[in-house]
Every structure is written in C-alpha cells, then in structure tokens.
C-alpha cells in the first residue's frame, strides 16, 4: 500500500510560508525604523549645523546674551523666536540679519536648558521642529541657556551655552577678534582694535595695516599694532598667548635669524612668537629662576608650516613647563621651573618695533589675539581651537 503525502507537504508549505511571512514583516517594520532613524540621523545636529550654530552663539556672547536672558525671563512660553533678529537694544542688529541669512537659519528659539516648560508651550510650532525638541537630551543647569535651529535645507540643530562658552574667559586679560574689532561689529576703517575682555588693552594701528575679511594684514615692511596698556604687565600665575595667523610671506632672512610676529621684548621681559628661515613656529620666553637671574627659554615647532593657510597658536607656560600648541596639538615643550619676566614694553602684534634691521616686522595676517594671566588646560586649548574653527 502507498502512502499519500500530500496532505502533508501541503500543510509544511503553509506553515513553512508563514514563517517567511512573518519574517519578511518583521524585517520590513525593523527596516523602517531603521530606515528613520537613518535619515533623522542625517537631519539633526549635522556637522555643518552644529557649525553654524557655533557661530551664533558666539554671536549672542558678543552682546546680546544679557538682554536674551530678560525677554526669556518675562516671557510665559519658555522661549523667545528670535528669527526676525527682534532682540532689543541689541547694538548688532544688522550683523544679526546678515548672520542669520548667512546661515541660512529658518527659524532659531532662545530658551532654558532644562526645556520642560518649552515642551508644554510648543503648539505653534511645527511637528518636524516639535519632534526634534522632544529628542533633545538636556540637563538641569540654571546658569545654561539653548539655541534651537531649524534651517532652510530642512535640518536641525541645538546647542547649550552660557554667557562665556566661547573661548575660555577665566583669566582673560585681552582679547582682540577680527569679527567684532570695534566691540560694536566689524569696520574696515578703525585705527585701532577693541579689546573685548574689557580690560582696557586695546591695540593702536600704527602705519596702516589692512582691514579684509574680518583680518588685519601687516605687510613686513613698516606697520604694526601696539596694545599700549599691557607694559609692565606682570604673569605670577603663568601665562597663555593665543594668536590666529596666516603667514603671507617670508622673510630674506639669514639661518640664525627669525621674524618677531607677536610679543613684548625688551630688556630681557617678556618674549613672543616668531618664525624662522624654515617656517618653523618658535615661542622665547625671558624667565626668572630661583636665583632671579634672567634666562631664556625657547621652543621650535618640529614641522614646516605653510604659507597662506591659518593657524591657531599657543604658548603656554606654567612657571615648570613651556609649551607651544598648534591648531589645539603640542607641537614642542621644554620644562624649566620658573618665573616669566614683566614684559617691559607693551605687546605689538605684527612685529617687533622696538628694535631694528630689516627683519623687524612681518606679513602676517591676523585674525585673533588672546592673552591670559595663567596656563590654560589641554583641554581648554582645544576649547579655544573650536571656537577659532567655528568662528572663521
């Protein structure tokens, strides 16, 4: 007698068929949430929007974060839309329309970092701006405040600050930016630039160096900028010189010599960068030892730099060690227990006026020049190289 298996292949097919089935749907709705998440992934805090958004806030510690704080306080929603630049008594109202066209913003929200209340006053919001606010993860810090954007090409993108996240303020004692060179925005005319630390040390241009691109260019032959109250100006604690530059040109100069850029020297205080025949980055330094006899103290960057491409350098001395930073990585560091001399003179950015020779000013363009009244952490030189990268 034969027997008949149809029923059962039948009936394994079907079971079978069902499996795939299931399977295939499973597969299909992980694929989906996948698939979303791929491409929020690719909307929110993009590189070029967390970039954008940097520079912002930078904007918004320029002036405006004091009277941001205000009309967020006084307002019931949780949040103020400053997508129209409607900040009042701002002094950058015009810099803010440019920005935020620049940018390409479509909307921006100034509110609290902690966004519970945001959350429950959000109706007149958008469902692609809601969904992003409720993803955002947060903290519950009084003293920090957010940024969130939405930008024409439809991303997104938030970030947390408070009024000193820019470039690091504790221990700033001058700090000169191309952007806002007069403390009220930018002007290609201004004979002297502002320092924003409010300290008072302020640079004079002498022999008219040039305003372009939110830069200052010396062009090596007689011009200069001077910060006219920092002589005498003394770092017990240690000290850090930042400078953003591009190198022009070089010199004709001879293998023992180097081209002063930025510093204070005379009669053995202070010290500054230079650079050599090699184009090599250098930072000399006139200490005091435990005998207070004056030595000095130098440091080479190992690699060639190039010219016309900018860099963010900085010295960093701690009264043990000396240290030279490039674009925010150690390139050369000499250890030396030690106190730095008061810099006599006051500082020149572009040149060394207080000597002579050919080689004594430099074509360089400027973009920034920060000086602290102590060491600045690893980690914080690299906060400050962030701020340079997201600011220019």
Known sequence: MIKNNKGFV???VLILSTVIIGVLIFMYSQFKNINRSYQYSFKYDTVEGMYLANNIVNYINDGNFDKL?????NDSKGYIDITECNIENSNLIS???SLFQKTGVEKIIFTHENLSKLRQNMNSLDSDFKKYINQIQ????ENDYRIIIKYQN?????????????????GLIAYLDGINNTG???????????????????????NNPVWSNNSLTFDGLTNYARLENTANMEFPNGTTWEVRIKIVSLMDLNTTNSTEFFGSWEAN??????????????????????NNNTVVKSITSDTQNNINQYYTLTAVYDNQKLKIYI????????SYEGVLNPAVVPFAIGGNPNTTGVDRYANVEFQNVLIYNRALTENEVKRNYQADLARY
């Not at 704080?69 to 306080?73: A, I, Q, R």
């Not at 002297?192 to 004079?204: C, E, I, K, P, Q």
């Not at 674009?327 to 000499?334: C, D, G, P, V, Y």
């Open 184 to 206: 009220n925005g930018h002007s290609n005319e201004t004979q002297s630039w502002v320092d924003l630390s409010g300290n008072g040390n302020d640079a004079t241009l002498y």
């Open 69 to 73: 704080v205000e009309l967020l306080n």
């Open 95 to 97: 810099y803010c329309s």
């Open 138 to 141: 947060t903290t519950n810090n």
């Open 154 to 170: 439809k991303t997104f993108a938030s970030m947390r600050f408070n009024k000193g996240n820019a470039y690091v303020q504790d």
């Open 10 to 12: 039948l009936t394994e």
């Open 269 to 290: 205080g202070g010290g500054g960068f230079s650079f050599n025949t090699n184009n090599n980055f250098k930072v000399g330094l006139y200490l005091s030892d435990s």
């Open 327 to 334: 674009n925010s990585l150690l390139a050369s560091e000499t």
